[in-house]
T-cell receptor, first 115, second 117 residues
Framework: AQSVTQPDIHITVSEGASLELRCNYS??????LFWYVQSPGQGLQLLLK??????LVQGIKGFEAEFKRSQSSFNLRKPSVHWSDAAEYFC?????????????FGQGTELSVKP | GAGVSQSPSNKVTEKGKDVELRCDPI?????LYWYRQRLGQGLEFLIY????????KSGLPSDRFSAERTGESVSTLTIQRTQQEDSAVYLC???????????????FGPGTRLTVL
C-alpha cells in the first residue's frame, strides 16, 4: 500500500546535539517530498522540499534533508539542535500522478530538546 | 492579510449540532485545501478547491461533511450533526495554483480546534 512512514513517534535530544528524523515512503514512482514543522499553537511551516536534482536539500532554520532513492527515504537532519526546535515534524509527499497537489502526511515525530 | 487565516480558533459544540469553519486564503491563491488532524495522528486530506470548484473531495469522511468556496476566496467547511470522532484540528492551506508546477507551495493557517462534547 502507498504510505508515508515516520518510524519515530517521539525523539529527545540534548541542545547542541545533532538530529536526524526518519521518513520512508512507499510509492511506485518517487513522489515529491516535503518536511513541515508544527510548533505549539502554530500552523505548519514548510522546512524544505525535494522535487528533483541534487539529493541533498537545504531548508530554513539550518535544516537539510537527503533523498535516497535506493532506501525510499527522505531523512531530515540538523547538525546542532536549539531549544526552539522543539516541535512536531511531519514528512509529507505528493504522488507524481496527483494533479491537485494534495499532501499525504506521515504520522509525525515529536521532538523534545533537553537543556 | 499576509497569511492564511482561520476562524474560529477554537470551537466547542455539543454532539448533534452543526458547525461552520472558515478559511481565508492568501489573496490571489487559486487553490485551497482542507486537512484534518486528529489527536496523535498525522494530517488527513479532506478536500481541495481550484477556484470555486472542488475537483477532489475524496477525503471527506462522510456526507455530514461539506465545503464550499465563493469568489475564489473564502471557504467554509460545514460539519452537520457533529459526532465526538469529529473532534480534531481542522487546517486550511492555500497555494498560488494547484499541483506542483514551478515549485508551488502550500501555506497553512493556524487551524480551528473543534471539540465535540
Amino acid at each position: 500500500a502507498q504510505s508515508v512512514t515516520q518510524p519515530d513517534i517521539h525523539i529527545t535530544v540534548s541542545e547542541g546535539a545533532s538530529l536526524e528524523l526518519r521518513c520512508n515512503y512507499s510509492y511506485g514512482a518517487t513522489p515529491y517530498l516535503f518536511w513541515y514543522v508544527q510548533s505549539p499553537g502554530q500552523g505548519l511551516q514548510l522546512l524544505l522540499k525535494y522535487f528533483s536534482g541534487d539529493t541533498l536539500v537545504q531548508g530554513i532554520k539550518g535544516f537539510e534533508a537527503e533523498f535516497k532513492r535506493s532506501q525510499s527515504s527522505f531523512n531530515l537532519r540538523k547538525p546542532s539542535v536549539h531549544w526552539s526546535d522543539a516541535a512536531e515534524y511531519f514528512c509529507a509527499v505528493v504522488p507524481v500522478y496527483n494533479q491537485g497537489g494534495k499532501l499525504i502526511f506521515g504520522q509525525g515525530t515529536e521532538l523534545s530538546v533537553k537543556p | 492579510g499576509a497569511g492564511v487565516s482561520q476562524s474560529p480558533s477554537n470551537k466547542v459544540t455539543e454532539k448533534g449540532k452543526d458547525v461552520e469553519l472558515r478559511c481565508d486564503p492568501i489573496s490571489g491563491h487559486t487553490a485551497l485545501y482542507w486537512y484534518r488532524q486528529r489527536l496523535g495522528q498525522g494530517l488527513e486530506f479532506l478536500i481541495y478547491f481550484q477556484g470555486n470548484s472542488a475537483p477532489d473531495k475524496s477525503g471527506l469522511p462522510s456526507d455530514r461533511f461539506s465545503a464550499e468556496r465563493t469568489g475564489e476566496s473564502v471557504s467554509t467547511l460545514t460539519i452537520q450533526r457533529t459526532q465526538q470522532e469529529d473532534s480534531a484540528v481542522y487546517l486550511c492551506a492555500s497555494s498560488l495554483k494547484p499541483g506542483l508546477a514551478g515549485g508551488n507551495t502550500q501555506y497553512f493557517g493556524p487551524g480551528t480546534r473543534l471539540t465535540v462534547l
